[in-house]
């Protein structure tokens, strides 16, 4: 299950709002440039620096440092994000609770917010959240962000790309597909600058080339929505255990799932759920189509909004639901959630 409540502090003297989050219950490295200690990116806040995620998963945690000793898996500049989501059990799952804001995937871009040693602060753009107008924020080691990526940065914006849609694809460093650099994640986009029968050329965060297999990536020019196209994207996933604040293939939340599902069909929603409940349109329940979202919230369906799935019909939902479960298939009015029925939303006709 995901959830954001999110609430008013006093800090200090002052009483200003803002928000918290809270959720309730690879590969050698890449040629590029990871930020650099004596950049501009200096310790402090107000800075303007773009740059995109250079590793396989990002995670981005709520506070910079160190984290647990298995927490080094994902850390590092060359991370294992199958080691180390696969070498957690329920309770390990059940620690990133509060501790994990969101996950970003090799190449998404970010803005550079503050730099506290040798970690950074960003905004995922690719992200939305009412949480930083730049994108969703969180802490990352800097050694995972290629600061000097204004050749990627551009060709992402205006050359076609070519999306991962598998659960995963080997990205090469050559165009016979014989050298592995590292596995990228579901939905990994990137810019496409040249295709032959044999590999796909793509551009690097970093600014250097990469080669992908044609089967393992479409362009993203050619996404669309089709109801029977996004269910059959979320049934690729059933199984796969819950990770708090997880937006890839190596572990979902509930609304990191269906923001992903969605980013599939060409479609951006916002990344927490209660959030994408104020976008697209009401539905009914009777009226419910493949596709839509369905929303559920405290106090028997009238408080907070606390979980999200996807409606697949005959009265069934797939969906993410918490730390000790996996992505599942149940009725909408069943399971620990039955009763806490808030509402639908359709983002496609």
């Given at each position: 299950m995901k959830s954001m409540l999110k609430g008013s502090v006093l800090l200090v003297a002052l009483a200003a709002l803002f928000y918290l989050p809270h959720r309730m219950a690879a590969g050698p490295g890449f040629p590029g440039s990871p930020a650099p200690g004596g950049s501009s990116l200096s310790d402090g806040a107000g800075l303007t620096d773009r740059g995109a995620i250079n590793v396989p998963l990002a995670v981005l945690w709520s506070e910079p440092g160190r984290k647990r000793e298995h927490?080094?898996?994902?850390?590092r500049e060359n991370g294992d994000p199958a080691a180390?989501?696969?070498?957690m059990d329920g309770s390990m799952r059940l620690w990133l609770v509060g501790k994990v804001e969101t996950m970003a995937v090799y190449g998404e871009p970010v803005v550079i917010l503050e730099r506290s040693g040798d970690w950074l602060k960003v905004?995922?753009?690719?992200?939305?959240?009412?949480?930083?107008?730049?994108?969703?924020p969180g802490w990352v080691p800097a050694a995972q962000v290629?600061?000097?990526?204004?050749?990627?940065?551009?060709?992402?914006?205006?050359?076609?790309?070519v999306v991962v849609t598998g659960k995963s694809a080997p990205l090469y460093a050559d165009a016979g597909l014989t050298k592995p650099l590292a596995m990228l994640c579901y939905q990994t986009r990137l810019p496409l600058l040249g295709e032959s029968g044999r590999a796909v050329t793509v551009r690097l965060p970093g600014g250097g080339t990469g080669y992908l297999a044609p089967g393992d990536v479409k362009r993203a020019d050619a996404l669309a929505f089709t109801r029977d196209g996004i269910v059959n994207e979320a049934r690729k996933f059933l199984g796969l255990p819950y990770l708090w604040g997880g937006t890839s293939s190596y572990g979902f939340d509930c609304s990191g799932f269906v923001?992903?599902?969605?980013?599939s069909q060409g479609i951006s929603i916002p990344r927490d759920a209660d959030e994408q409940a104020t976008e697209g349109f009401a539905v009914e329940k009777d009226g419910l189509l493949p596709g839509d979202l369905v929303f559920y919230a405290a106090k028997g369906g009238s408080g907070q909004i606390h979980h999200v799935g996807m409606y697949i019909g005959n009265g069934l939902m797939i969906h993410s639901p918490n730390s000790s479960s996996a992505v599942r298939i149940e009725a909408i009015d069943g399971g620990d959630y039955g009763g806490e029925f808030w509402g639908a939303r359709r983002y496609a006709p």
């Open positions: 927490d080094e898996l994902i850390l180390w989501a696969g070498g905004a995922v753009q690719t992200q939305k959240t009412s949480l930083n107008e730049k994108g969703y290629a600061a000097e990526s204004a050749v990627f940065l551009e060709e992402l914006e205006k050359l076609p790309c923001m992903r599902l969605y980013q």
